[in-house]
Protein backbone atom coordinates (compact mmCIF):
# COMPACT_ATOMS: atom_id res chain seq x y z
CA UNK A 1 0.00 0.00 0.00
CA UNK A 2 1.32 3.80 -0.63
CA UNK A 3 2.06 5.86 2.51
CA UNK A 4 1.79 9.06 2.32
CA UNK A 5 5.04 10.90 3.76
CA UNK A 6 4.12 14.29 3.83
CA UNK A 7 1.29 16.77 2.29
CA UNK A 8 0.52 20.29 1.50
CA UNK A 9 -1.98 22.48 0.09
CA UNK A 10 -1.55 24.00 -3.09
CA UNK A 11 -4.20 25.52 -3.86
CA UNK A 12 -7.73 26.34 -2.76
CA UNK A 13 -10.74 27.82 -3.16
CA UNK A 14 -15.00 27.90 -2.36
CA UNK A 15 -15.14 24.47 -4.96
CA UNK A 16 -12.04 22.45 -4.05
CA UNK A 17 -8.76 22.33 -2.85
CA UNK A 18 -5.33 20.63 -4.37
CA UNK A 19 -2.95 18.70 -2.64
CA UNK A 20 0.63 17.53 -2.81
CA UNK A 21 1.41 14.52 -1.16
CA UNK A 22 4.78 13.06 -1.17
CA UNK A 23 4.67 9.14 -0.93
CA UNK A 24 6.37 5.91 -0.69
CA UNK A 25 5.72 2.91 -2.91
CA UNK A 26 5.22 -0.59 -1.13
CA UNK A 27 8.30 -0.99 -2.77
CA UNK A 28 10.17 1.83 -1.14
CA UNK A 29 10.39 4.03 -3.92
CA UNK A 30 9.87 7.44 -3.18
CA UNK A 31 7.32 9.76 -5.37
CA UNK A 32 4.41 12.62 -5.47
CA UNK A 33 0.81 12.48 -5.90
CA UNK A 34 -1.47 15.34 -6.87
CA UNK A 35 -5.06 14.81 -5.42
CA UNK A 36 -7.84 17.54 -5.41
CA UNK A 37 -10.35 17.40 -2.87
CA UNK A 38 -13.73 17.94 -3.55
CA UNK A 39 -17.08 17.21 -1.05
CA UNK A 40 -19.38 13.88 -2.15
CA UNK A 41 -22.01 14.96 -4.23
CA UNK A 42 -25.21 13.51 -4.87
CA UNK A 43 -26.53 12.72 -8.34
CA UNK A 44 -30.87 11.92 -8.77
CA UNK A 45 -32.38 9.61 -11.46
CA UNK A 46 -36.09 10.76 -12.44
CA UNK A 47 -38.07 8.19 -13.48
CA UNK A 48 -41.20 8.36 -14.23
CA UNK A 49 -44.30 5.26 -14.78
CA UNK A 50 -43.38 4.52 -17.88
CA UNK A 51 -39.58 4.27 -17.64
CA UNK A 52 -39.13 7.79 -18.70
CA UNK A 53 -36.09 9.42 -17.66
CA UNK A 54 -35.47 12.83 -16.51
CA UNK A 55 -32.51 14.77 -17.37
CA UNK A 56 -30.71 18.45 -17.22
CA UNK A 57 -28.37 20.01 -20.28
CA UNK A 58 -26.29 23.10 -19.17
CA UNK A 59 -22.73 24.37 -20.28
CA UNK A 60 -19.78 22.65 -18.93
CA UNK A 61 -16.89 24.98 -18.85
CA UNK A 62 -14.06 22.90 -18.62
CA UNK A 63 -15.03 21.07 -21.27
CA UNK A 64 -16.71 23.68 -23.55
CA UNK A 65 -20.10 22.38 -24.20
CA UNK A 66 -23.36 21.91 -23.32
CA UNK A 67 -24.13 18.05 -22.56
CA UNK A 68 -27.84 16.21 -20.72
CA UNK A 69 -27.17 14.34 -17.28
CA UNK A 70 -28.80 13.38 -14.67
CA UNK A 71 -29.62 16.36 -12.04
CA UNK A 72 -26.87 16.25 -10.05
CA UNK A 73 -24.58 18.57 -7.19
CA UNK A 74 -23.12 19.06 -4.09
CA UNK A 75 -24.00 21.42 -0.99
CA UNK A 76 -22.31 25.06 -0.55
CA UNK A 77 -19.26 25.74 2.12
CA UNK A 78 -21.02 25.16 5.69
CA UNK A 79 -23.25 22.25 4.85
CA UNK A 80 -21.18 19.48 5.78
CA UNK A 81 -22.08 16.46 7.36
CA UNK A 82 -25.76 16.90 5.91
CA UNK A 83 -27.41 13.51 4.64
CA UNK A 84 -26.77 12.54 0.99
CA UNK A 85 -30.76 12.10 0.81
CA UNK A 86 -31.13 15.63 1.87
CA UNK A 87 -28.87 17.23 -0.44
CA UNK A 88 -30.68 14.67 -3.90
CA UNK A 89 -34.05 16.06 -2.72
CA UNK A 90 -32.41 19.54 -2.47
CA UNK A 91 -30.48 18.95 -6.51
CA UNK A 92 -33.97 17.69 -7.80
CA UNK A 93 -36.06 20.13 -6.87
CA UNK A 94 -33.33 23.16 -7.76
CA UNK A 95 -32.28 21.51 -11.55
CA UNK A 96 -36.09 20.42 -12.36
CA UNK A 97 -38.47 21.41 -10.44
CA UNK A 98 -39.68 17.76 -9.15
CA UNK A 99 -40.53 16.39 -5.96
CA UNK A 100 -40.36 12.70 -5.55
CA UNK A 101 -42.32 10.57 -3.31
CA UNK A 102 -39.97 7.77 -3.51
CA UNK A 103 -36.67 7.54 -2.84
CA UNK A 104 -33.93 5.05 -3.47
CA UNK A 105 -30.49 4.82 -3.04
CA UNK A 106 -28.82 2.81 -5.46
CA UNK A 107 -25.08 3.20 -4.54
CA UNK A 108 -22.10 4.96 -4.70
CA UNK A 109 -19.95 5.94 -7.58
CA UNK A 110 -15.83 7.69 -7.60
CA UNK A 111 -15.80 9.24 -11.12
CA UNK A 112 -12.30 10.36 -10.83
CA UNK A 113 -10.62 8.54 -8.19
CA UNK A 114 -7.26 8.39 -10.03
CA UNK A 115 -6.64 12.03 -8.79
CA UNK A 116 -9.90 12.59 -6.92
CA UNK A 117 -11.05 12.12 -3.45
CA UNK A 118 -14.77 12.86 -4.61
CA UNK A 119 -17.43 10.81 -4.42
CA UNK A 120 -21.05 10.63 -5.86
CA UNK A 121 -24.21 9.26 -4.22
CA UNK A 122 -26.80 7.78 -6.81
CA UNK A 123 -30.16 7.92 -5.92
CA UNK A 124 -33.47 6.88 -7.77
CA UNK A 125 -36.58 9.62 -7.69
CA UNK A 126 -39.82 7.83 -8.23
CA UNK A 127 -43.92 8.97 -8.33
CA UNK A 128 -42.43 12.21 -9.45
CA UNK A 129 -44.47 15.54 -9.27
CA UNK A 130 -44.16 18.47 -10.89
CA UNK A 131 -43.44 22.20 -8.98
CA UNK A 132 -41.15 24.97 -10.08
CA UNK A 133 -37.01 24.52 -10.49
CA UNK A 134 -34.97 26.65 -7.61
CA UNK A 135 -32.24 27.15 -9.87
CA UNK A 136 -29.39 28.90 -8.76
CA UNK A 137 -27.30 31.55 -10.82
CA UNK A 138 -24.54 29.43 -12.24
CA UNK A 139 -27.66 26.97 -13.58
CA UNK A 140 -29.64 30.23 -15.26
CA UNK A 141 -29.20 28.48 -19.19
CA UNK A 142 -30.47 25.13 -18.18
CA UNK A 143 -32.40 23.22 -20.25
CA UNK A 144 -34.03 20.26 -19.24
CA UNK A 145 -36.45 16.84 -21.04
CA UNK A 146 -38.28 13.87 -20.66
CA UNK A 147 -36.19 10.90 -22.50
CA UNK A 148 -37.60 7.21 -23.06
CA UNK A 149 -35.32 4.47 -22.60
CA UNK A 150 -34.90 4.75 -26.62
CA UNK A 151 -34.15 8.63 -26.66
CA UNK A 152 -31.91 7.85 -24.02
CA UNK A 153 -29.17 5.25 -26.06
CA UNK A 154 -29.94 7.69 -28.79
CA UNK A 155 -28.58 10.49 -26.82
CA UNK A 156 -25.36 8.77 -25.18
CA UNK A 157 -24.64 7.28 -29.33
CA UNK A 158 -24.60 10.71 -30.59
CA UNK A 159 -21.89 11.89 -27.55
CA UNK A 160 -24.99 13.79 -25.96
CA UNK A 161 -24.41 11.82 -22.77
CA UNK A 162 -20.66 12.18 -21.64
CA UNK A 163 -20.92 12.55 -18.06
CA UNK A 164 -19.24 9.63 -16.34
CA UNK A 165 -21.59 9.65 -13.25
CA UNK A 166 -24.29 9.97 -15.50
CA UNK A 167 -23.53 6.89 -17.20
CA UNK A 168 -22.25 5.11 -14.21
CA UNK A 169 -25.83 5.84 -12.65
CA UNK A 170 -27.64 4.16 -15.57
CA UNK A 171 -25.72 1.11 -14.34
CA UNK A 172 -26.64 1.03 -11.31
CA UNK A 173 -30.06 1.66 -11.90
CA UNK A 174 -29.66 -1.30 -14.33
CA UNK A 175 -28.47 -3.16 -11.25
CA UNK A 176 -31.47 -2.42 -9.37
CA UNK A 177 -33.98 -3.26 -12.46
CA UNK A 178 -32.18 -6.60 -11.76
CA UNK A 179 -30.56 -6.10 -15.50
CA UNK A 180 -27.11 -6.65 -16.47
Request: aromatic share 8%; with cysteine.
Amino acid sequence: MIRTVSSREVYRNAWMSVREDDIRRPDGSEGVYGVVDKPDYALVIPRDADGALHLVEQYRYPVAGRYWEFPQGSWPAGHAGAPPLELARAELREETGLRAARMTYLGMVHVAYGYASQGCNVFLAEELTQGPPEREATEADMRQCRAAPAEWRDLVRAGRITDAATLAAYTLLGLHRGGS
